[in-house]
Every structure is written in C-alpha cells, then in structure tokens.
C-alpha cells in the first residue's frame, strides 16, 4: 500500500511540475511558417512581450502602418494577446530591394494563440532606412490594399 501511495505521489509531483509554456513554441510555429514560405533562416533575433491590442491605440501611426499591410482584420484581434518574433532571412522579396538590399530581410512575425496572423517586413541595406514597414511578404500597403479588394 505504501509503495502504491509513494509511487502515485511521484507520479502526481512529476505531471503537476511539468509547466507547458505556450511562449516558448511561438519561435518555432513562426520559423515553422517562414521556411514554408521558401524563405530561409539566418537568425531568430527575438522574442517580444506579447501586447493586447486594443481599439484606443489603432490610431498610433505604428499601428495604423503594421495592419494596413496585414491581410488580417485587426478588428478580429481587438483583446487578444500578440507575439512578435524576428527574424533575418533571405530569399526574401526584399533582399536586394530596390538595388540596395543587402541579400537579407528583417520580418516580424505575429501571431495570436499560436497561429501566424501575419507580419511585417523591412529590406536589411548599408544606409538607415524610414517609413512604413512591408508586409510579412514584402507587399507595400497599396498592394495588399489591392489585394483585399
């Protein structure tokens, strides 16, 4: 009997330790879809704190530059919590972006409850880059403008 308690205590100790940390798949399931998108990993950069997107903040000029080159619906993610992972890659669309790429790609890969809601991408080039990012696969926001209509 004694055994038969002892052994079902370990085994209650060792299934209740094993904490599942969701966060920590997030790298994987966006490195996971960049590769399906041909693109190949140079580096994972990081991890960032996941955010709760919220109405009163879809007017800040970096929101409003992000969604409008998502495919997505930002209404659809209004209280929802997001990751963003980044990466350098190349094969990308815009690693010799306008004859300046330098045959690398930052993207920003976000995702919801582990599925990939799209992202963001920017050419990687000797000089310093502004403005408004691409999105997830180099389209400018008039492209995927088109693109939804």
Known sequence: MKKGFMF??????FVGCQVT???SDMPSI?????????YTIISHE???????????????????QVWQVQAANKEDYIGK?????RFIVKNHPLDDWDGKGLGKTNV???LVDGQVIGGTSFPI???????A??????????????NKD
């Open 81 to 85: 919590e997001i990751y963003e992972e």
């Open 125 to 131: 080039t000797e000089e310093s880059l502004v403005g």
């Open 30 to 38: 966006a490195k996971q879809h960049l590769q399906q998108q041909g």
């Open 8 to 13: 079902l205590f370990i085994l209650l100790l």
């Open 108 to 110: 920003y890969v976000m």
């Open 133 to 146: 990012p691409f999105s997830l696969d180099g389209k400018t926001a008039e492209e995927v403008s088109f």
């Open 46 to 64: 990081w991890s960032s704190e996941p955010y709760t997107l919220e109405r009163d903040r879809l007017d800040e000029e970096y929101l409003v």
């Open 21 to 23: 940390d969701s966060d």
